[in-house]
């Protein structure tokens, strides 16, 4: 497509043409209604100066009877003009006038009319003008008339203005449509020569904004904001993939030495035996990390594994039996409150699955600061209106306000937490599984402490669910098992 | 138990020669088939007492060649060996016919755990023993008693669950996601040693004042029940 072809294209010169021509018609008809009324006003101004001249050629008749007419028209005759007179007799001779043929027809008739008549002196031309027929009381018949050359002058003079500025009006309005389809074409152009820098890889490109607020800026800004969003994504999208480099690279590294160490240790059947089984371990903390960034992979992918309803309460008491004896092992005082049922729509291993996530972090972070207090591991699960809260509260250090978005992402470990065991992937894990089910993880403060909550959304029926097989309730003071 | 006869199905012949090998350090008869057809024929033939199968096979899917079995009243235990490890794979594995499910990378000591109970399981077909005994241990799977040297001992419920399993494969190995798996009907894999612990306060309860330890720890495997004077 040539560069005019694009130009005539665009959506501004296609206006452009449109309100030209609804603009020329408009002007069409302002001009012939005020050439119609011009008309109007100098017809009827023609019509009373006339009548004006017979009414004092009357009163002149009435004094000084034909013969002062006759002066009177001589004087009149000779003023420069446009006004014809003619006095006859009433046969028909002429006494005085300025006029030397006219149509018979005309003196038939006493009221105004549009009549073509030849000048005295004159041989050829034929002149236009309005006239009127008085018959004096002598039976003298006197014409007085007006030439409208000059109104058809206007008349034209008014139907070249017409013409002359409908061409201007539609040569204006396609030149003005150009320049401004020009100008929003050059701004549209710049605007895919940004997009296509952006998609070229570009991704701190933005839009051109002129910053004349009009829609294509409006345009221009939402499509950055977009783009600021795209990018932050992306960035995210990298960090991730750069953690996933370095946390799989670190226990890689220690699986290469130990494999290393083992070499250079075959010897002693003894440490080669304990280089075996470190090789070993980080192979397998190496696939739990790999299996957990594949599900949260699927299940950010929404993915959803097969769907069933089944009751959180259930998963809620048995993850909670599951975990009450770990939890007494290392001194924290566990409990439970379950409500009775709780039906969600999902898949049950993979709420157990973040549930135990989140006990295994209270576990292992919710030591209390403070020396000698005793801590803390409670598991709720309840319903609030439509939703389902299953919460684990401990009551450690907790994680301070600014970091809480930031703990769920993929290996984001606080500092606090570097020194003990772990992937930095069980919240996150948590966190997909949550969103998964169309719900959320959220962490907030148990002053102090941490309250991790997974929202579900209440399914609406509990169909097909045989009735939880009671396990011992898990109260809220630990049993001694001895 | 020793002696089993097991077929491994398996296209990638490196890790077929790692089991084969291993399962015939262990004693057992293997056999190895390289493509789904040729193990389909042999699982066929052979009178084998598991088979442990590749999900992902040339010519035959592992999938398939177990429900072609099934459909031939072949009965044979048959462990599903999977790169794919999520939910619904097992689900489909097991619904296909398959009797345990493995995903990949697996601990050696660990498929060789399920396949012993396969195994095991095959030759108990239908036959359930009522009272389990180990040594002077005594599990009442009708009365929920259980009692040592006669004397009766008191059990939650999920302490009663978890030693019917353990004793209902006395003197096998069982690991902790078998016990995950079969006890609590989970298969997550939880961080903190929550399985070890409800094993101590079991241990704690049978074995605590008694010359001869029965629930012991197979380090590096699970656990096993068995008397301990053999």
Redesign the interface.
Known sequence: MTALGKLFRTTAFKLAVIYSVVFAMAASIVVFNVGRNVRVVLEDQTAETIDADIRGLADQYAQGGVQQVVQSIERRIKQPGGDIYLLTTFAGDPIVGNVAALPTATFQQQKLIETTYQRTGETQARHHALARVFVLPGNYRLLVGHDVEELEHLRAILRHALGASLGWLVLIGAVGGLLVARRVLLRVDAISASAAAIMGGDLSGRLPVVGSGDELDRLAENLNAMLARIETLLKGMKEVSDNIAHDLRTPLTRLRNHADAALRETNDPATLQVSLEKIIDEADELIRIFDALLMIARAESGSAPKLETFDAAVVASDVAELYEAAAEERGVEFSSEISNSLPVRGNRELIAQALANLLDNGLKYGVPAAEGATATLRLSACKEGGVVRLSVEDRGSGVPAADRDRVLERFVRLEASRTLPGSGLGLSLAAAIARLHGGALKLEDNGPGLRAVIELPLAPALLQIAPPERVEPVGAAPSKSN | MSDMRLLVIEDDSEGAAYLVKAFREQGHVADHSADGLDGYARACEGDYDVLIVDRMLPKLDGLSLISSLRAQKIETPALILSAL????DR?KGLRAGGDDYLPK?Y?FSELLARVEVLARRKGLAGAQDTVYRVADLELDRLSHKLTRSGKEIAL???EFRLLEYLMSHAGQVVTRTMLLENV???????????ID??I??LR??ID?GHATQLLHTIR?AGYMIRDGAR
């Open positions: 490890g999520q939910v619904d689900v990378p601990a939650q419920p999920r609590w009907d989970y298969h997550f894999d939880p961080q903190t040693n929550v612990v409800h101590s306060r704690g309860k605590k590096g």
